[in-house]
């Protein structure tokens, strides 16, 4: 195997890993629980809003070289630094680096030491994640080369076992749009967001590595991402699998953090919470290490060296701490609304990327995108409980796509609004491919 081989398969293992956190570990069991004999629908839609958006987000950051400024800043310099640094903090210490910290807890610890204390255990698990990312060059080695594969061993073995000696009959849906939920439970492992910003910090471990030639440093994170893609689409349909064999026996009330520890117990007994334990603390560790990593790089640039990685690491990791102590369902439940807020002007945003090249007049740009924004606005207000009918009017609003027309038609309007590309951008378009 020649170096560069060897260099794609580490580097898609470590984005794997990356990807496969605690939304990962609990989506796709409940999923399938509640489309129950539906599930390979349910799984669609899934891998649509989860690894779907997530290679394309890998695309439109390898097109901008892992900068993700470059991503967003076309739609103006000012609202590039609020979105990104939105969604930084919505990955890092807000919302995906606590939940792995509180799904450790709640699914890895508390089977095995039901009286340990959870603010002791969010300690030793943000020491471990400071230790292993304060050094930036290393994160992808450690993730790739040692993590993922022993995190693939055990997750595999389950599945297998689940596979081969299922523990009940596949029952009718529980829901009725099988698809749309599948999307949604997609959006909430976070991974179209987290694409673009770990992407950054697996280009720079590349130039590390000795990949000097721009080209080569896409070559390889594109290929990664295919490799990641594959592994990611395997464990996601195992565990919606596992999850549809117990839908006679739980209802769409059961508690997500708590199923596939249920799951686990009933295919493998005692050794299987051991197994469990084992899966869901690589898992959440590897992404806790990867976003933590990501998170600190970007305002590090973004402040250009004012605030330091390793401050920034620490900081992180604190407030990580502190907000992990919420709990799962707690955190899941404070994301619903801010990822609907955010989601459909960064996925606006990585499709302008990918196409930069068709699409000359800042004008689309900026048009759709801000009524993305305020189409998200508008979704998060839903969730929150404030009833916006027309939303339900409109169409693929039974996909969670309600603001895609919104979008298209206001960058159509833009197009009719002439402006010369900014020298900032066309500066961009230089170092970009």
């Known amino acids: 195997m020649t170096t560069k081989s060897k260099d794609i398969i580490i580097t898609g293992f470590a984005l794997f890993a990356m990807f496969f956190g605690a939304g990962n570990l609990i989506f796709p069991p409940y999923l399938g629980v509640i489309t129950g004999e539906k599930f390979l629908i349910g799984f669609l839609g899934f891998i649509i809003a989860d690894v779907g958006l997530s290679l394309l987000a890998i695309l439109a950051s390898a097109k901008s070289n892992g900068d993700t400024e470059i991503v967003f800043k076309r739609a103006g310099k000012k609202f590039a630094l609020i979105l990104g640094a939105s969604i930084m903090i919505c990955l890092g210490p807000l919302l995906a680096i606590p939940r792995t910290a509180a799904t450790t807890f709640e699914m890895g610890i508390v089977s095995l030491m039901p009286n340990f204390n959870p603010l002791l255990f969010s300690i030793i698990f943000f020491s471990i994640t400071l230790v292993l990312t304060i050094k930036p060059s290393k994160v992808v080695d450690i993730i790739g080369s040692y993590l993922t594969p022993a995190l693939l061993v055990c997750l595999l073995l389950i599945i297998a076992v689940g596979i081969l000696n299922p523990i009940g009959n596949l029952e009718k849906a529980a829901i009725q749009n099988v698809f749309s939920e599948g999307i949604l439970q997609g959006y909430q492992t976070l991974d179209a967001l ?240």
Do not use: H
């Open 194 to 433: 987290g694409a673009i910003c770990l992407s950054a910090v697996l280009i720079k471990s590349l130039a590390q590595k000795g990949y000097k030639e721009e080209k080569d440093r896409i070559d390889i994170l594109l290929k990664a991402g295919v490799v990641a893609a594959v592994g990611l689409t395997v464990v996601y349909g195992g565990l919606t699998y596992l999850g549809a064999t117990v839908s006679s026996v739980y209802d769409i009330n059961v508690s997500q953090s708590s199923l596939i520890v249920a799951i686990t117990s009933a295919l493998l007994k005692t050794p299987g919470k051991i197994i469990l334990s084992l899966i869901v603390s690589l898992a959440c560790l590897t992404t806790a290490i990867g976003l933590t990593s990501a998170t600190a790089e970007y305002f590090s640039k973004v402040t250009n060296g004012r605030l330091k990685y390793e401050q920034l690491v620490v900081a992180v990791c604190i407030f990580s701490l502190v907000i992990s102590n919420l709990g799962v369902e707690s955190i899941i439940k404070i994301s619903a609304p801010i990822l609907s807020l955010i989601y459909p002007a960064t996925i606006v945003l990585i499709v302008m990327t990918i196409f930069r090249k068709f699409v000359e007049n800042d004008n689309i740009v900026k048009f759709s995108t801000y009524t993305a924004l305020f189409m998200g606005v508008l979704m998060a207000a839903n969730d929150l409980g404030i009833d916006i009918a027309f939303l339900k009017m409109l169409p693929l609003a039974n996909l969670g796509f309600c603001w895609v027309l919104p979008t298209f038609i206001a960058g159509i309007a833009g197009y009719f609004i002439k402006i010369n590309k900014n020298k900032e951008y066309e500066e961009d378009e230089e170092i970009a491919v």
